[in-house]
T-cell receptor
Framework: QKEVEQNSGPLSVPEGAIASLNCTYSDRGSQSFFWYRQYSGKSPELIMFIYSNGDKEDGRFTAQLNKASQYVSLLIRDSQPSDSATYLCAVRRGQNFVFGPGTRLSVLP | GAVVSQHPSWVICKSGTSVKIECRSLDFQATTMFWYRQFPKQSLMLMATSNEGSKATYEQGVEKDKFLINHASLTLSTLTVTSAHPEDSSFYIC?????????FGPGTRLTVL
């Protein structure tokens, strides 16, 4: 079992819809959880992080964490074509970050 | 947010030469920096974790004599690809840890002819 798993996609949603990205992790000792966005040919950029169970909202983005289920998700409301990118889930354990393989999101105009 | 720079942004070199890539945290001190490699359409692969003033910790399968990492100060880490070969052509990305988060540099695209 990989430490951090994501559906590789592609996930296609129409413009204006809610995109839901999911991530599961195997290590219960993981402390904090991150979502990054990576455009093709560019380096990842941090969207947000979460470390407590529940929801955390930042603009159109909401991260959800369920430690009991070892599950973290990212919701993107009012999806725009500019949101089309690969979304990476990362888990922090001590000083180490473990990345998932990423989910490719395509927002269709 | 915290800013991480990388230089050069792209480099083309001949097989057998060495290439140095610099990673700097511009507005914060980073005790830990990370080096990643990414091949086209593949996910990030962690190469090594670098702590200021100590030897880097390399991931399994990464040759430490080929990929030399120096973390000389709290704001600078360098990666030197020694005796580069075409199979080393890739996108190299550094990142720096700041408090809880990790911030990425813009990456260096290396092409070895």
């Amino acid at each position: 079992q990989k430490e951090v798993e994501q559906n590789s996609g592609p996930l296609s949603v129409p413009e204006g819809a809610i995109a839901s990205l999911n991530c599961t992790y195997s290590d219960r000792g993981s402390q904090s959880f991150f979502w990054y966005r990576q455009y093709s040919g560019k380096s990842p950029e941090l969207i947000m992080f979460i470390y407590s169970n529940g929801d955390k909202e930042d603009g159109r983005f909401t991260a959800q964490l369920n430690k009991a289920s070892q599950y973290v998700s990212l919701l993107i409301r009012d999806s725009q074509p500019s949101d089309s990118a690969t979304y990476l889930c990362a888990v922090r354990r001590g000083q180490n970050f473990v990345f998932g393989p990423g989910t490719r999101l395509s927002v269709l105009p | 947010g915290a800013v991480v720079s990388q230089h050069p942004s792209w480099v083309i070199c001949k097989s057998g030469t060495s290439v140095k890539i610099e990673c700097r945290s511009l507005d914060f001190q980073a005790t830990t920096m990370f080096w990643y490699r990414q091949f086209p359409k593949q996910s990030l692969m962690l190469m090594a974790t670098s702590n200021e003033g100590s030897k880097a910790t390399y991931e399994q399968g990464v040759e430490k004599d080929k990929f030399l990492i120096n973390h000389a100060s709290l704001t600078l880490s360098t990666l030197t690809v020694t005796s580069a070969h075409p199979e080393d052509s890739s996108f190299y990305i550094c990142s720096a840890s700041y408090v809880v988060e990790q911030f990425f540099g813009p990456g260096t695209r290396l092409t070895v002819l």
